[in-house]
């Protein structure tokens, strides 16, 4: 290992900015997408219960 | 044999794909995390500071497997575009419309990072070279796959519009690769290189094929996902649909 202290880590050897920029946009990105994605297929799966919950409603008005 | 064929096609049914993509997507989770984090712990700790770019050159564990996902996924984006407008199956054309955002994603990151990269070691944030200019065009792609298909209202019209963008714009794959042969450009040569022995230290090298095997497990991981969404958006009006959510 090449690093004598946490700051030395942190400091990068001058490129802090460029490396930290670098991994940072890429965690922000990749933790993200995933989150978007699972409360796309949350709401879809939502919306398809609600419907679900009318047909049941709508069939149950009309069999009374 | 006919057996085994039409055992391959039942998948190839959306019905049949929603569950079985809900069940690989943890494996591809945990298999990205294990990469990811052995990857990022060669990236830091194991590799060694660079004798031209110091610590600078770390950024690399990121930029270039981000920067091969963005082209291998619009590979895989059009083969599935492709047999979806062949065969016309379904989940095919789904998951063509599922790799495009995670595709985008990859450009993006590589021009981001690339920038980032290309600021202290070129002096410029961006330069009009021929393999950036390139990378730039195949986001744009993406964007332009995501936009046509978003446009077009039939779903079955959408894919097959997508798909034939997607087709046309292969031709500049091979162009971001071998760019920087056939042009002179600012960007450094590829890396790694299959006829020649890698141009790296063994645990860079090490560093960065685990960062991209982390990178590929995501994008599976992430546009499975995504997939699970769009069948379900898309199929909503089917019975089994109906059923698939408790």
């Given amino acids: 290992m090449q690093w004598n202290s946490v700051g030395e880590f942190f400091a990068m050897g001058g490129y802090a900015l460029y490396v930290w920029g670098s991994f940072g946009a890429c965690a922000l990105l990749m933790i993200a997408e995933p989150f978007l994605a699972s409360r796309r297929l949350s709401e879809v799966r939502r919306s398809l219960i609600r419907e679900r919950i009318a047909d049941e409603l709508e069939s149950q008005q009309r069999s009374q | ?246």
């Fill in chain 2, 1 to 246: 044999m006919r057996q085994s064929i039409i055992q391959w096609f039942r998948f190839a049914s959306p019905q049949s794909f929603y569950p079985l993509a809900g069940r690989m997507i943890p494996w591809f989770w945990a298999a990205a995390a294990i990469s990811g984090i052995a990857g990022l712990w060669i990236s830091f700790f194991v590799a060694p500071t660079d004798a031209q770019q110091g610590e600078g050159y770390r950024i690399i564990f990121v930029h270039v497997p981000a920067s091969w996902m963005s082209m291998f996924i619009y590979l895989v984006m059009a083969f599935w575009a492709g047999i979806g407008l062949a065969l016309n199956t379904r989940v095919s054309a789904m998951m063509a419309q599922s790799l495009a955002p995670t595709g985008a994603l990859m450009a993006a990151l590589s021009l981001l990072t690339g920038a980032l990269w290309g600021k202290p070691m070129w002096g410029a944030w961006w330069v009009w070279d021929a393999r950036l200019t390139s990378e730039l065009i195949l986001f744009f792609l993406y964007l332009g796959f995501m936009a046509l298909q978003a446009a077009i209202d039939d779903p079955r019209r959408a894919d097959k519009a997508g798909a034939i963008l997607a087709l046309v714009g292969v031709v500049n794959i091979p162009i971001i690769y071998f760019s920087v042969k056939w042009w002179n450009t600012l960007h450094q040569g590829s890396t790694i290189n299959l006829t020649k022995a890698p141009s790296m230290a063994q645990t860079m090298l090490w560093g960065m094929l685990l960062m991209a095997l982390a990178f590929w497990m995501y994008s599976i991981a992430v546009s499975l996902m995504r997939v699970r969404a769009i069948i379900l958006e898309r199929e909503r009006h089917t019975e089994w649909v109906k059923h698939a959510v408790e």
